[in-house]
Protein backbone atom coordinates (compact mmCIF):
# COMPACT_ATOMS: atom_id res chain seq x y z
CA UNK A 1 0.00 0.00 0.00
CA UNK A 2 1.40 3.42 -0.86
CA UNK A 3 1.86 5.65 1.94
CA UNK A 4 -0.13 8.77 3.13
CA UNK A 5 0.62 12.16 2.34
CA UNK A 6 -1.99 13.24 4.75
CA UNK A 7 -3.99 16.00 2.68
CA UNK A 8 -1.75 15.31 -0.09
CA UNK A 9 -2.31 11.61 -1.59
CA UNK A 10 1.08 10.42 -1.90
CA UNK A 11 4.57 11.23 -0.83
CA UNK A 12 5.56 12.22 -3.96
CA UNK A 13 2.42 14.64 -4.41
CA UNK A 14 4.03 16.17 -1.13
CA UNK A 15 7.51 16.48 -2.75
CA UNK A 16 6.21 18.29 -5.52
CA UNK A 17 5.48 21.48 -3.26
CA UNK A 18 8.85 21.64 -1.24
CA UNK A 19 12.06 23.18 -2.15
CA UNK A 20 15.19 21.05 -1.47
CA UNK A 21 17.69 22.67 0.62
CA UNK A 22 21.42 23.06 -1.01
CA UNK A 23 24.53 22.96 1.49
CA UNK A 24 27.20 25.23 0.02
CA UNK A 25 30.33 23.88 -1.31
CA UNK A 26 30.62 20.36 -2.12
CA UNK A 27 32.42 17.60 -0.16
CA UNK A 28 35.79 16.30 -1.46
CA UNK A 29 35.42 12.02 -1.82
CA UNK A 30 38.98 12.46 -3.82
CA UNK A 31 40.85 13.54 -0.53
CA UNK A 32 44.48 13.45 -0.45
CA UNK A 33 46.23 13.72 2.60
CA UNK A 34 50.10 14.91 2.71
CA UNK A 35 50.55 17.16 -0.54
CA UNK A 36 53.93 18.44 -0.85
CA UNK A 37 51.75 21.87 -1.90
CA UNK A 38 51.18 21.79 2.00
CA UNK A 39 54.77 20.74 3.49
CA UNK A 40 57.03 23.22 1.16
CA UNK A 41 57.58 26.70 1.17
CA UNK A 42 56.75 28.74 -1.57
CA UNK A 43 58.34 31.63 -3.18
CA UNK A 44 57.34 34.20 -5.62
CA UNK A 45 59.74 34.55 -8.73
CA UNK A 46 57.72 37.36 -10.27
CA UNK A 47 60.18 39.41 -12.66
CA UNK A 48 62.55 37.09 -13.02
CA UNK A 49 62.65 36.27 -16.79
CA UNK A 50 63.03 32.98 -18.38
CA UNK A 51 65.18 31.85 -16.33
CA UNK A 52 65.57 31.24 -12.22
CA UNK A 53 69.76 30.77 -11.76
CA UNK A 54 71.57 30.12 -8.45
CA UNK A 55 75.23 28.98 -7.83
CA UNK A 56 76.61 26.37 -6.11
CA UNK A 57 80.47 25.95 -4.71
CA UNK A 58 82.39 23.87 -6.50
CA UNK A 59 86.47 24.24 -5.38
CA UNK A 60 87.34 26.48 -2.39
CA UNK A 61 90.54 27.58 -1.56
CA UNK A 62 90.30 26.04 1.98
CA UNK A 63 94.06 24.29 0.63
CA UNK A 64 95.39 27.64 -0.32
CA UNK A 65 94.96 28.75 3.46
CA UNK A 66 98.30 29.22 4.54
CA UNK A 67 100.46 30.33 7.52
CA UNK A 68 102.98 33.71 7.32
CA UNK A 69 104.99 35.07 10.07
CA UNK A 70 105.28 38.65 10.47
CA UNK A 71 107.25 40.66 8.08
CA UNK A 72 106.56 37.31 5.68
CA UNK A 73 105.63 37.97 1.59
CA UNK A 74 102.14 36.97 0.95
CA UNK A 75 100.96 35.17 -2.68
CA UNK A 76 97.52 35.24 -4.49
CA UNK A 77 95.46 32.09 -4.32
CA UNK A 78 92.61 31.26 -7.34
CA UNK A 79 91.07 28.60 -8.12
CA UNK A 80 87.66 28.68 -6.97
CA UNK A 81 84.64 27.27 -9.08
CA UNK A 82 80.91 27.09 -8.90
CA UNK A 83 77.82 25.37 -10.70
CA UNK A 84 74.94 27.24 -12.05
CA UNK A 85 71.84 25.52 -11.71
CA UNK A 86 68.63 26.47 -13.63
CA UNK A 87 65.49 26.01 -13.40
CA UNK A 88 62.31 27.27 -15.57
CA UNK A 89 58.94 28.29 -14.45
CA UNK A 90 56.54 25.51 -15.72
CA UNK A 91 52.71 25.89 -17.00
CA UNK A 92 50.01 23.66 -16.05
CA UNK A 93 46.31 24.62 -16.60
CA UNK A 94 42.62 24.01 -15.92
CA UNK A 95 39.90 25.55 -18.64
CA UNK A 96 36.24 25.04 -18.04
CA UNK A 97 33.35 26.40 -19.82
CA UNK A 98 30.97 28.97 -18.16
CA UNK A 99 27.39 28.41 -19.42
CA UNK A 100 25.02 31.57 -19.31
CA UNK A 101 23.07 30.86 -16.21
CA UNK A 102 20.78 33.27 -14.58
CA UNK A 103 22.24 35.59 -12.45
CA UNK A 104 19.23 35.62 -9.83
CA UNK A 105 19.72 31.84 -9.10
CA UNK A 106 23.32 32.00 -9.27
CA UNK A 107 24.51 34.64 -7.09
CA UNK A 108 23.76 32.85 -4.12
CA UNK A 109 26.01 31.00 -0.93
CA UNK A 110 26.54 28.34 -3.81
CA UNK A 111 27.36 31.36 -6.46
CA UNK A 112 28.27 28.86 -10.00
CA UNK A 113 31.59 30.94 -10.82
CA UNK A 114 32.45 30.92 -7.30
CA UNK A 115 32.23 27.57 -6.60
CA UNK A 116 33.66 26.56 -9.76
CA UNK A 117 36.86 28.40 -9.78
CA UNK A 118 37.27 26.56 -6.04
CA UNK A 119 37.12 23.18 -7.49
CA UNK A 120 39.61 24.48 -10.07
CA UNK A 121 41.69 25.87 -8.13
CA UNK A 122 41.77 22.54 -5.65
CA UNK A 123 41.84 20.41 -8.93
CA UNK A 124 45.22 22.22 -9.96
CA UNK A 125 46.83 21.75 -6.44
CA UNK A 126 46.12 18.25 -6.23
CA UNK A 127 47.86 17.71 -9.73
CA UNK A 128 50.73 19.82 -8.58
CA UNK A 129 51.57 17.82 -4.96
CA UNK A 130 52.29 14.86 -7.94
CA UNK A 131 54.38 16.78 -9.82
CA UNK A 132 56.53 18.50 -7.31
CA UNK A 133 57.65 14.74 -6.41
CA UNK A 134 57.40 13.16 -10.06
CA UNK A 135 57.54 15.31 -12.90
CA UNK A 136 60.98 14.76 -15.25
CA UNK A 137 61.91 17.61 -17.34
CA UNK A 138 64.65 15.36 -18.93
CA UNK A 139 62.52 12.09 -19.76
CA UNK A 140 59.32 14.43 -20.76
CA UNK A 141 58.94 13.98 -24.38
CA UNK A 142 56.86 17.05 -24.80
CA UNK A 143 59.69 19.11 -22.48
CA UNK A 144 56.38 20.56 -20.71
CA UNK A 145 57.46 19.19 -17.08
CA UNK A 146 59.11 20.73 -14.63
CA UNK A 147 61.82 18.74 -12.26
CA UNK A 148 60.27 16.81 -9.25
CA UNK A 149 61.72 15.50 -5.72
CA UNK A 150 62.47 12.29 -7.98
CA UNK A 151 64.44 13.93 -10.88
CA UNK A 152 66.41 16.45 -8.72
CA UNK A 153 67.26 13.42 -6.31
CA UNK A 154 68.58 11.40 -9.30
CA UNK A 155 71.10 14.20 -9.90
CA UNK A 156 73.24 12.46 -6.93
CA UNK A 157 72.47 9.03 -8.09
CA UNK A 158 75.82 7.34 -6.48
CA UNK A 159 76.23 9.21 -3.68
CA UNK A 160 75.84 7.93 0.07
CA UNK A 161 72.42 9.88 0.49
CA UNK A 162 70.92 8.74 -2.21
CA UNK A 163 70.04 4.95 -1.61
CA UNK A 164 68.78 2.00 -3.31
CA UNK A 165 67.04 -0.27 -1.19
CA UNK A 166 67.58 -3.07 -3.43
CA UNK A 167 63.98 -4.37 -3.62
CA UNK A 168 64.35 -5.40 0.17
CA UNK A 169 62.79 -4.12 3.08
CA UNK A 170 63.70 -0.84 4.33
CA UNK A 171 66.98 -0.77 6.64
CA UNK A 172 65.84 1.57 9.63
CA UNK A 173 70.29 2.53 9.37
CA UNK A 174 69.28 3.76 5.85
CA UNK A 175 67.32 6.76 7.25
CA UNK A 176 70.10 7.47 9.56
CA UNK A 177 72.50 7.28 6.86
CA UNK A 178 70.50 9.84 4.75
CA UNK A 179 70.34 11.93 8.07
CA UNK A 180 73.75 12.12 8.70
CA UNK A 181 74.70 12.53 4.94
CA UNK A 182 72.74 15.39 4.35
CA UNK A 183 75.33 17.96 6.00
CA UNK A 184 73.12 21.13 5.76
CA UNK A 185 69.97 19.13 8.17
CA UNK A 186 67.29 17.22 7.54
CA UNK A 187 63.79 18.64 8.26
CA UNK A 188 61.50 15.75 7.45
CA UNK A 189 61.20 12.35 5.80
CA UNK A 190 58.51 12.46 3.64
CA UNK A 191 56.83 8.82 2.94
CA UNK A 192 53.77 6.70 1.74
CA UNK A 193 51.62 5.54 4.41
CA UNK A 194 52.16 1.74 3.82
CA UNK A 195 55.83 2.54 4.85
CA UNK A 196 55.17 4.55 7.73
CA UNK A 197 52.70 1.86 9.24
CA UNK A 198 55.63 -0.71 9.22
CA UNK A 199 57.64 1.59 11.07
CA UNK A 200 54.97 1.46 13.53
CA UNK A 201 54.51 -2.43 13.77
CA UNK A 202 57.94 -2.71 14.90
CA UNK A 203 58.01 -0.04 17.39
CA UNK A 204 54.97 -1.11 18.66
CA UNK A 205 53.88 -4.68 18.70
CA UNK A 206 56.05 -6.95 16.23
CA UNK A 207 60.24 -5.79 16.77
CA UNK A 208 62.99 -6.34 14.63
CA UNK A 209 64.84 -9.75 14.13
CA UNK A 210 67.30 -8.67 13.08
CA UNK A 211 68.51 -7.37 16.49
CA UNK A 212 68.63 -11.04 17.71
CA UNK A 213 67.53 -13.50 17.33
CA UNK A 214 65.98 -14.78 20.78
CA UNK A 215 64.97 -11.68 21.30
CA UNK A 216 63.07 -10.06 18.47
CA UNK A 217 61.08 -7.10 19.68
CA UNK A 218 63.53 -5.98 22.75
CA UNK A 219 63.87 -2.48 21.66
CA UNK A 220 65.19 -0.82 24.69
CA UNK A 221 63.06 0.36 27.84
CA UNK A 222 60.12 2.32 25.67
CA UNK A 223 57.23 3.05 27.94
CA UNK A 224 53.80 3.35 26.74
CA UNK A 225 51.16 5.36 28.29
CA UNK A 226 47.46 5.04 29.14
CA UNK A 227 45.57 4.92 25.93
CA UNK A 228 48.51 5.24 23.70
CA UNK A 229 48.85 1.68 22.29
CA UNK A 230 48.65 1.02 19.03
CA UNK A 231 50.08 4.96 18.75
CA UNK A 232 52.15 5.81 15.51
CA UNK A 233 56.07 6.85 15.17
CA UNK A 234 55.32 10.49 14.15
CA UNK A 235 59.63 10.96 14.54
CA UNK A 236 62.34 8.87 13.30
CA UNK A 237 65.71 9.88 14.99
CA UNK A 238 64.04 12.93 15.64
CA UNK A 239 62.93 14.02 12.24
CA UNK A 240 59.16 14.22 11.53
CA UNK A 241 57.63 11.57 9.18
CA UNK A 242 54.89 13.19 7.15
CA UNK A 243 52.78 10.37 5.07
CA UNK A 244 51.69 11.14 1.97
CA UNK A 245 48.73 10.05 -0.41
CA UNK A 246 50.94 11.15 -3.06
CA UNK A 247 53.83 9.32 -2.51
CA UNK A 248 52.63 5.95 -4.60
CA UNK A 249 53.26 2.65 -5.62
CA UNK A 250 56.84 2.51 -8.27
CA UNK A 251 58.27 0.44 -10.66
CA UNK A 252 61.88 -0.87 -9.33
CA UNK A 253 64.82 0.05 -11.05
CA UNK A 254 63.33 3.45 -12.41
CA UNK A 255 64.43 7.04 -11.66
CA UNK A 256 67.79 6.18 -11.04
CA UNK A 257 69.59 8.78 -12.93
CA UNK A 258 68.69 6.88 -16.74
CA UNK A 259 65.01 7.26 -16.93
CA UNK A 260 61.68 8.79 -14.95
CA UNK A 261 60.65 7.31 -11.52
CA UNK A 262 57.61 5.49 -13.02
CA UNK A 263 54.37 4.25 -10.98
CA UNK A 264 54.03 0.85 -10.70
CA UNK A 265 52.86 -1.96 -13.42
CA UNK A 266 54.37 -5.11 -13.24
CA UNK A 267 56.07 -7.43 -10.48
CA UNK A 268 56.08 -5.89 -6.31
CA UNK A 269 55.52 -2.89 -6.08
CA UNK A 270 58.19 -0.48 -4.35
CA UNK A 271 58.41 2.47 -2.65
CA UNK A 272 60.33 5.59 -1.74
CA UNK A 273 61.12 7.72 1.06
CA UNK A 274 62.55 11.28 0.91
CA UNK A 275 64.50 13.22 3.38
CA UNK A 276 64.13 17.18 2.63
CA UNK A 277 65.98 20.14 4.02
CA UNK A 278 63.16 23.10 4.04
CA UNK A 279 64.09 26.08 1.99
CA UNK A 280 63.18 29.47 2.62
CA UNK A 281 60.44 31.84 1.68
CA UNK A 282 62.02 33.81 -0.16
CA UNK A 283 64.89 34.05 -2.85
CA UNK A 284 67.61 33.85 0.02
CA UNK A 285 71.15 34.33 -0.45
CA UNK A 286 72.60 30.87 0.07
CA UNK A 287 69.97 28.91 0.99
CA UNK A 288 70.46 25.32 0.99
CA UNK A 289 67.21 23.92 0.49
CA UNK A 290 64.06 22.89 -1.20
CA UNK A 291 60.81 25.28 -1.86
CA UNK A 292 58.93 25.95 -4.90
CA UNK A 293 58.56 28.90 -6.92
CA UNK A 294 55.85 30.58 -8.72
CA UNK A 295 55.16 33.51 -10.72
CA UNK A 296 53.40 35.21 -13.77
CA UNK A 297 50.80 36.67 -11.27
CA UNK A 298 49.65 39.85 -11.03
CA UNK A 299 49.59 40.73 -7.41
CA UNK A 300 51.92 40.19 -4.33
CA UNK A 301 51.67 36.27 -2.62
CA UNK A 302 48.99 35.62 -5.71
CA UNK A 303 49.56 31.88 -6.65
CA UNK A 304 47.19 30.99 -9.31
CA UNK A 305 46.58 32.73 -12.47
CA UNK A 306 43.00 33.27 -13.12
CA UNK A 307 41.35 34.25 -16.33
CA UNK A 308 37.69 34.74 -17.48
CA UNK A 309 36.94 34.77 -21.04
CA UNK A 310 33.51 36.75 -21.73
CA UNK A 311 32.84 35.25 -25.12
CA UNK A 312 33.70 32.21 -27.01
CA UNK A 313 33.52 31.29 -30.34
CA UNK A 314 30.65 28.93 -31.47
CA UNK A 315 29.56 28.90 -28.03
CA UNK A 316 26.87 30.56 -26.25
CA UNK A 317 29.11 31.63 -22.35
CA UNK A 318 31.84 32.39 -21.04
CA UNK A 319 34.79 30.32 -19.78
CA UNK A 320 37.58 30.47 -16.70
CA UNK A 321 41.00 29.25 -16.69
CA UNK A 322 43.52 28.27 -13.84
CA UNK A 323 46.80 28.52 -14.34
CA UNK A 324 49.95 27.65 -12.34
CA UNK A 325 54.14 28.36 -12.96
CA UNK A 326 56.07 26.27 -11.05
CA UNK A 327 59.45 25.19 -10.81
CA UNK A 328 61.35 23.45 -7.92
CA UNK A 329 64.78 25.24 -6.52
CA UNK A 330 66.98 22.50 -4.74
CA UNK A 331 69.73 24.83 -3.31
CA UNK A 332 72.20 22.60 -2.26
CA UNK A 333 72.88 18.65 -3.78
CA UNK A 334 72.23 17.66 -0.05
CA UNK A 335 68.96 19.02 0.51
CA UNK A 336 67.16 15.96 -0.89
CA UNK A 337 68.06 12.56 0.45
CA UNK A 338 66.27 9.58 -1.11
CA UNK A 339 65.92 5.48 -0.10
CA UNK A 340 64.15 3.94 -3.21
CA UNK A 341 63.34 0.07 -4.50
CA UNK A 342 61.98 -0.67 -0.88
CA UNK A 343 58.52 -2.97 -0.63
CA UNK A 344 55.67 -2.77 1.59
CA UNK A 345 57.53 -5.20 3.86
CA UNK A 346 58.44 -5.62 7.66
CA UNK A 347 61.80 -3.12 8.10
CA UNK A 348 64.90 -4.45 9.25
CA UNK A 349 67.57 -2.56 11.63
CA UNK A 350 70.51 -2.69 8.80
CA UNK A 351 71.43 -3.60 5.79
Not at 57 to 66: I, P, Q, R, Y
Request: a negative charge; proline letters at 3%; hydrophobic letters at 40%.
Amino acid sequence: MALSGGYYSTLAEVLKATTPTLIPGAVDENKKRGNPVEVLPFVQANHTGEYIRWLRKGTTLEDSVANIGIGGQTVFSEAATFSAQTATLRICYLMCKLDKYDNAIWQTVNDYEDAMAEGMMEDVTKVLGTKIIYDDYTYDTNSLQMDGLHAWAATNWGEAWDIDGGETALALEDLRIMKDEMKHGIDCFLMPFCLARQIDRVYRELGIAAMKADTAGALGLISYGPGSEGGRTTFFDEVPIIRSDYMIAEEGDTGQGSNKRAAHTTGTAQYSVFGLKMGQGLLTKGDPGVKVAFGKTEADGEFFNVEYFDRLENYIGKAMRVAAYNQMIVGSKYAIGRVVDVPNSTPVAST
